[in-house]
């Protein structure tokens, strides 16, 4: 989104119009920017088809740059895939979180209770959605969907939310950012084995600090 349609699009939202900052390597800028523009967002509405709808806009334009993510919250383990968070807003309305996956990696398939918009960041991701069948047994709903750079996915119990994340590449990490209505880490979910059984989980973070959103560098 250029500056221009950026400021227009803040108007029309009755949000503050920020300053254009420079780009520069690792421009959290935009991170602050994202935070203020969603915190404006969710005070403005607690309905989860406008915080979808006008959410969706703002992590698009998030994650058409690829110049802010600082690098430590972007780095993959071997073992697994890693959920860093990247902020939480005070009253826990939402959080944004990086997803990092290593070559190969998946997610189990899980559940989350609450609304999600997803971004690739970098690289691909696959996500599988789940029915049960007549039996209860979980089945795959469709073809898994691929979601290249740039695309964005959304998550709700009132979607139908059971799904796995995958990455995509078995060569490469791939990265998503995520935006949860709640504080995604802190929260009670379920994964599922083949045969549907539940197992509640809560994920929390792999990070100890946050990325300095509020430099003025």
């Not at 209505?181 to 009670?188: F, I, S, Y």
């Amino acid at each position: 989104m250029s500056d221009v349609a950026q400021t227009e699009f803040d108007r029309a939202l009755g949000l503050s119009v920020l300053p254009t900052l420079p780009t520069r390597g690792n421009n959290t800028a935009r991170l602050r920017s994202f935070v203020t523009r969603f915190s404006a967002l969710r005070d403005d509405t607690h309905e989860e088809a406008d915080l979808l709808r006008v959410g969706r806009v703002l992590l698009a334009d998030l994650i058409a740059h690829d110049d802010w993510l600082p690098e430590t919250f972007a780095a993959a383990d071997p073992r697994k895939f890693q959920q860093y968070l990247l902020h939480c807003d005070s009253g826990q309305r939402f959080s944004v979180v990086s997803v990092v996956w290593g070559p190969g990696q998946s997610t189990p398939i899980h559940d989350n209770p609450v609304w999600g918009l997803m971004g690739v960041l970098r690289g691909a991701k696959l996500k599988q959605r789940y029915t049960r069948d007549s039996r209860g047994t979980l089945v795959p709903h469709g073809a898994p969907l691929r979601l290249a750079t740039g695309s964005l996915s959304e998550v709700s119990p009132t979607l139908g939310n059971v799904h796995q994340l995958s990455n995509a590449h078995i060569d490469r990490v791939s990265v998503s950012i995520h935006v949860y209505g709640a504080n995604l880490g802190a929260v009670e979910r379920h994964s599922y084995d083949s045969t549907g059984r539940a197992t509640g989980f809560v994920a929390g973070y792999a990070n100890h600090t946050l990325p300095n959103i509020w430099g003025r560098r």
